[in-house]
């Protein structure tokens, strides 16, 4: 009998305390919840590495896998003093447990923009730390030790009630006299246990430190790289985040110096420049595409949710990008924020075989980490307000914005009276030519004047990747 209330008491105390994520909300709104694991961070200088992840309320499918997720972890490097981040590991799981798909990512660190999910984590994770990583390991060893000490006290206690009764009797007959003796077999292993408490934690291992980041440009996706395009705010791990962050990486860095549109750094070589870059030649899914051939159906309008901002301008050796404020669109119950918009001349895509003289393509990233571009096609014609005012405020030289402290820009005026459009699953059309990219591709141009043409022109001739294989992808056109 004392044997079994023995190892119940054995079975019932804590022994051990697991050392398992401990996720705080850093922002709730509605449809999900954006959460750290304080127990992840890791610093180095102005760099911090932590683990996030976003908790949405309902499930969405994968587009690789075609399993349904509802929470997305990210692993995320952030640069405190430059405002830049970079994911480097996202993880799509359908609930706490169980894992969807994993994803390393290799991109460029990423501009923060203020407002935005990535930015609140940024202000979290960059604030001064109270404990080094090895004091909070210390203390974590002292409680650990505290809460043995204290199990054995009471396991000791417990012992002695359960030994003394059989004490006073164990002459009263044989059977009990057995009956007793079985514990000294049991007693030196608990003598043992309460004396190997007794013993000093074991002094916290090393802290590893993540290696700190190379700049590099604003990949979600997810630190920017050599020619420092727009720099922004805000350090860590998508395609950005995993919700800035996260995947977008590549998509907004369009100021790589190793490749071009043409000689030994053009598209036919971009493979070649870097084994990062190797979607770009066995990719199956990649863009621009001639846009034939679709099925004509009813689409879901598009909603954008556009307003008047200010705005910065760039040169960044490859295009004129701009970032602008908090401009978002929503479609098939996603947002995508807006990350920045370029320009591209000639079109990069066709409609039907025909190029148009140019197109702006602006760049959207969802919180699950998805790019949604939409292209606005420009043909020749009057002159276009929107795009005059981005003209005068052009850079003089490359990789220095201008930001017009009052200058407003409204992105509803860029876009055509008929929000038609068509649409195909694609990929970045700049290196590393990630896939995985939703295509809104306006039906109806918008006029620009021969003059605004020739001005972008003298920056950029030809910054148009030809047209890939469209490899019998599914091609939808809003009727």
Known sequence: MRHLIIASLLAALPWTASAAPTWQTISSEPGKRIEIDRTSLKREGNTVQAQGRVVLDKELTDLKSGAPYRVIEAITRYDCSTRNANTIKRIYKKNENEVVREEDIRGADLPVRTGTLDDKVL???????????????????????????????????????????????????????????????????????????????????????????????????????????PKAKKPARSEGYMLELAHAEPALQHAHIHWDYEGVGGPENWAKLDSKNKTCAIGERQSPIDIKDGIKVDLEAIKFNYRPSTFRIVDNGHTIQVEVGENSISLTGKTYELVQFHFHRPSEEKVNGQRFDMVVHLVHKSDDGQLAVVAVLLERGTENPFIQTLWNNMPLEKNTPVAPPTTLIDLNTLLPTARNYYTYMGSLTTPPCSEGVLWLVMKQPIQVSQDQVNIFSRLYKNNARPIQPSGGRLIKEGR
């Open 123 to 229: 202000r979290e994770v960059c604030r001064p730390a109270k404990d080094s990583q090895a004091e909070i390991a210390q203390k974590a060893n002292e409680a650990a030790g505290q809460l043995k000490a204290a199990n054995d006290a009471l396991l000791k206690k417990e012992l002695a009630k359960a030994e003394k009764p059989a004490a006073l009797k164990a002459s009263d007959s044989p059977a009990k006299d057995a009956e007793h003796a079985a514990i000294p077999s049991i007693k030196p292993n608990l003598r043992a246990q309460m004396e190997g408490s007794k013993a000093p934690a074991p002094a916290p291992a090393p802290v590893k430190e993540a290696a700190p980041s190379k700049p590099a440009t604003y990949v979600v996706h997810t630190a920017p790289a050599p020619a420092p395009a």
